[in-house]
Nanobody, 115 residues
Framework: QVELVESGGGLVQAGGSLRLSCTIV????????MAWYRQGTGKQRESVAG???????NYVDSVQGRFTISRDNAKKTLYLQMNSLKPEDTGVYYC?????????WGQGTQVTVSS
């Protein structure tokens, strides 16, 4: 069994930065894909950034060049570095992994960007 524990959200002014962390409690074996999703108020959950087991990354157009997804296997942690934040980045951010045919989600962390 795997549990994802998120941290790092908060309130920041537009133009500021935050780093989200997602610590994986359990075995890393078999993890294929990792990602960060977000859900704004009244909006559908969307994929923001993805990271494959081979190290390939992908980003939604709206965050390209501002956000960076990375992982530290030794710390069993997935990160999302968010720079040049905008009010439209506001939402609850969730980490996600695909492991051995199952999906796992973090509990979510709130990010609020004030204008």
């Amino acid at each position: 069994q795997v549990e994802l524990v998120e941290s790092g959200g908060g309130l920041v002014q537009a133009g500021g930065s935050l780093r989200l962390s997602c610590t994986i409690v359990g075995n890393l074996f078999g993890i294929e894909d990792m990602a960060w999703y977000r859900q704004g108020t009244g909006k559908q959950r969307e994929s923001v950034a993805g990271l494959t087991s081979g190290g390939s990354t992908n980003y939604v157009d709206s965050v390209q060049g501002r956000f960076t997804i990375s992982r530290d296997n030794a710390k069993k942690t997935l990160y999302l570095q968010m720079n040049s934040l905008k009010p439209e980045d506001t939402g609850v951010y969730y980490c996600y992994i695909w492991r051995l045919g199952r999906t796992f989600w973090g509990q979510g962390t709130q990010v609020t960007v004030s204008s």
